[in-house]
Structures are given as structure tokens and as C-alpha cells.
């Protein structure tokens, strides 16, 4: 999930890169129990990790080294190294794509799907602070240092107003002012941003309610404030979009969510047993915003194709929603399911889902 940006002159965490030294673990594609991702030798400790919506997983370690794995070379539980231009200090996965972010700001993107993974630099962009890809359209956004956000990218024109080229997207206030953009995220087709006032913007196409904002229009072309934030005034510091629906976290840690609901995505009760009779099926569609109650205080947020995880401000990890060949964690393969505490050998600090695995940072020892 993303950080806040600190200032204008400098961020203390690059987006997405923990505070802390990591390893990975990762689950799904027919195994329950988690198992740790085997690094090339000579890596270092990690600082992200990050899925598409589909099999690419990629990692960042705390030397700037970046490793892709659930690629036709590499499997997700032994990533390969990339070469980088210069140290990457983020990095994140559209559906085949993966986009770094360089320690100057410059950005580089490559083809996952390709035999060799080449990454290319990105014109026309420079002092990025953060940068995400969308789920299933080949679209990339990036944030720069003075909180405005770009979109570029081949996918539906329509969704984000998508050019080839980078393009500065225009977010003003309801007073005219422009917001202040602290973080981004990308769904399937459509966007979030955080400003500095924590309101959410929300853009992009409005398939079943999942932009929240209440509306009916079939696309949201301009970046439009979640009504929530408004009438409310619900305040949120983390966001994360899934393909059709979006997570968000209060400062309290309070879990809100809105868009499409099969598979158990968004259950009004997030604290109900999987138990034979005691689980309680949501397909439930919510155009407007709802607080996910039943877990403890929330830290992080990672919504995917068609399930969902989150961490717990106790380094706990709950995941939910279609169990298909166990990335939810449960037993019950190819079901829907209920949030799970899934058992881990150490405190979760990062969380990322992929369309068929779920792949967690986990602190290390001596952290």
C-alpha cells in the first residue's frame, strides 16, 4: 500500500518500499500453507513486493535490486534478477507489465510476458515519487514530487483518458484549488488518489459502483471526491483498487469498501467463521461505501482479481474472498471464504495478490 508523500522536497519511504528489512513468503496455486519465495543468491533483504492480475510478482531488495518472478523463465517462488538502468526504490505489476521507479525519479517499464524482461525508460517524466500499473488494462499512473498525477498507456481510452504518452491529470478541488495528491492507485479500468486533506478522488469506469461515488454514469471522466469524504467527512490515508472493487483504511485503521461483491469480496461482518454452516455468502454489490467491520485496527490493504488481504496493525494477515487453488489460505479449495488468519513465521509487513497466489512480506528477526 501506499505511503504518504512527506513533503514537496523529499519522501521519507518511496511508495509501496517498507521501513523495514523483509522476507517473502507466498501461497496459492494449490498449496495452503505458506512457503518462502527462494531469492537468487547474493540478494539482499527485501523492501517490497509487488502482483499483477495475473502470475508477475516482482521484488525489490534494500540494494535496489529488482527480481520478477511468474514469468515464462522464472516462477513466482524463484524470482530471477532484472537489470536496472540505476537502484530501484519501487516498483509495481499491471496484468503483464512491470513498472520501476528509479532512485532519480526516472521510470522504466518493461514486458513481463517477453523471454527476456527488458526494462525501458519512460520520456517525458522526472522527480516520481510513486508509481502503480493497472490490474487488467495496459495502463500506467505515476505521482511526481509537487503531487501531480500522469496517466499513460494502450488500454480502453475511455477508462482514465488514456494517452500513449505520459499525460498530467487535472484533480481540482470542489473551491477550484488543486488537490494535493499524496498516493495513487490502479484498478482494472478505473483510478483512486488520496489528497493531502485525506479525501479520495475516484475516476474512470463506474462498473458496478466501484468508483463510490454514487453516481450512475457508465464512466467518471474527471477525478470526482467520494461523496463520503464530503458530507461525512470520513477521512482516509490508504487506498487500494482491485480490478472491480476498491479498499480503503481510515487513520483509526477502520476498513471501508465499495464496488462489486461476488465471492464474498465485501462482507458487511468480517469476523464470521468458515465453520460448516456458519459461512455467510455476500455477493452483494455496494455502489456506496461501507465500513468492513469484525477485524482488528488496519495497517495495509491489497484487493485483487477476485480475492482480497489485509494486515493488521499486529502484523496479522486476514485474506478472503474466492479461495481458487488456495490463495485465500483455507483448506476448502475453490470456494468462497470468509476473512482468514492466515498462520505465518513472523510479523506481516507488506501484502500483494496475484491472480492465483498471494505473496507477503514478512519482517525479519531483528527487526
Known amino acids: 500500500q501506499a505511503m504518504s508523500v512527506a513533503s514537496d522536497q523529499e519522501a521519507a519511504y518511496p511508495a509501496g518500499r517498507s521501513a523495514v528489512r523483509m522476507r517473502a513468503f507466498w501461497f496459492g496455486e494449490d498449496a495452503t500453507a505458506p512457503a518462502a519465495v527462494v531469492m537468487p543468491a547474493g540478494a539482499a533483504a527485501l523492501v517490497q513486493v509487488a502482483a499483477g492480475a495475473s502470475r508477475v510478482a516482482a521484488f525489490v531488495d534494500e ?175 490508504r487506498i487500494a483498487c482491485g480490478c472491480n472493487m476498491t479498499l480503503a483504511v481510515t487513520a483509526e485503521g477502520a476498513l471501508w469498501g465499495w464496488g462489486f461483491g461476488k465471492h464474498n469480496m465485501l462482507p458487511a461482518r468480517m469476523d464470521r467463521p468458515n465453520e460448516e454452516g456458519a459461512l455467510l455468502r455476500s455477493n452483494t454489490t455496494r455502489r456506496v461505501p461501507i465500513e468492513l467491520r469484525g477485524l482488528p485496527p488496519i495497517a495495509a490493504t491489497a484487493p485483487g482479481v477476485n480475492h482480497a488481504a489485509v494486515i493488521t496493525t499486529d502484523g496479522d494477515l486476514y485474506v478472503w474472498g474466492f479461495n481458487e487453488r488456495g490463495k485465500a489460505g483455507e483448506q476448502n479449495l475453490n470456494q468462497d471464504v470468509n476473512p482468514v488468519k492466515v498462520a505465518l513465521p513472523g510479523r506481516a509487513v507488506q501484502v500483494a495478490c496475484g491472480s492465483a497466489f498471494t505473496l507477503v512480506g514478512l519482517a525479519e528477526a531483528d527487526e
Open 63 to 237: 540494494a535496489g535490486a529488482l527480481y520478477v518472478g511468474g514469468t515464462r523463465r522464472c516462477p513466482v517462488a524463484r524470482p530471477c534478477a532484472v537489470a536496472a538502468p540505476e537502484p530501484v526504490v519501487q516498483v509495481a505489476c499491471g496484468c503483464c507489465t512491470v513498472v520501476a521507479l528509479g532512485k532519480s525519479g526516472a521510470v522504466y517499464v518493461a514486458d513481463a510476458s517477453k523471454k527476456d524482461i527488458t526494462l525501458e525508460r519512460v520520456e517525458g517524466l522526472s522527480k516520481i515519487v510513486e508509481v502503480q500499473a493497472g490490474r487488467n488494462e495496459q495502463f500506467i499512473a505515476a505521482l511526481d514530487r509537487r503531487h501531480h498525477v500522469h496517466t499513460w498507456g494502450t488500454g480502453s481510452p475511455q477508462s482514465v483518458g488514456l494517452t500513449p504518452e505520459p499525460t498530467r491529470v487535472e484533480v481540482d478541488t470542489s473551491s477550484g484549488h488543486r488537490a494535493k495528491m499524496q498516493s495513487i492507485s490502479c484498478g482494472a479500468d478505473h483510478m483512486a488518489a488520496i489528497d493531502s486533506k485525506q479525501r479520495v478522488y475516484m475516476w474512470g469506469v463506474n462498473r458496478d459502483g466501484v468508483l463510490g461515488v454514487n453516481r450512475n454514469d457508465p464512466v467518471v471522466w474527471e477525478p470526482t471526491v467520494m461523496p463520503l469524504c464530503v458530507d461525512r467527512e470520513v477521512g482516509f490515508t
